[in-house]
């Protein structure tokens, strides 16, 4: 005789909601989270984040402090997430980061 294990498990849940994740200010320190039940990996599989920021591909952490932008911008990327049993999950987000605040200019004092 023999048996037949049979595994079912659901495939990532986004819990973060698809859009935009916040308006920065350029040069800033930036720090969000994505999240979705299930994933034990993440990855930007179209897009990109803005410049110096990274996704942390254990947590769904983007961090960094932006740099390089020379015009407000609005960053828009997928992220997909993965399970241990390679079942994934898309959803696209957005961070727009705002450079007016550098651009301005202070007249008197």
Do not use: H, K, M
Request: net charge neutral.
């Amino acid at each position: 005789s023999s048996s037949a294990l049979l595994t079912v498990s659901d495939a990532p849940a986004w819990q973060t909601a698809a859009g935009s994740l916040g308006s920065f200010a350029a040069g800033s320190s930036i720090s969000v989270t994505v999240n979705a039940t299930n994933a034990t990996s993440y990855g930007v599989t179209s897009g990109a984040l803005p410049g110096g920021l990274s996704l942390n591909t254990s947590t769904g952490a983007i961090t960094g402090t932006e740099s390089g932008a020379t015009q407000t911008t609005t960053y828009n990327f997928t992220i997909r997430a993965t399970d241990a049993q390679a079942q994934t999950a898309d959803r696209a987000f957005s961070i727009s980061i705002n450079t007016s605040i550098l651009n301005s200019v202070r007249f008197g004092q």
